[in-house]
């Protein structure tokens, strides 16, 4: 059921990412169907190891996505 899924995860997609970075523990950054880059909230918003989530974060920080 959905309850016992939540219990130890629940998918979010998103693309809202002041609340991905408050409730995330792990993000999964994802283009054209394909996984850019992924890990800890902490790792990805403070040093994203791909120039794509880099460009990605820059651009919703402001506010062109």
């Given amino acids: 059921t959905t309850g016992t899924f ?3 995860g629940c998918p979010v ?3 809202e990412m002041e609340f991905a970075r408050k ?3 792990w993000v999964v950054f ?4 394909v996984i850019v880059e992924e890990g800890t909230s902490e790792e990805f918003f403070s ?3 791909k120039e794509r ?3 990605f974060l820059q651009k919703t ?4 996505v």
């Fill in 6 to 8: 939540c219990e130890t």
């Fill in 13 to 15: 997609v998103t693309h």
């Fill in 23 to 25: 409730v995330a523990n």
């Fill in 30 to 33: 994802m283009e054209d169907g």
């Fill in 47 to 49: 040093n994203p190891k």
């Fill in 53 to 55: 989530t880099r460009q």
């Fill in 61 to 64: 920080e402001t506010g062109l």
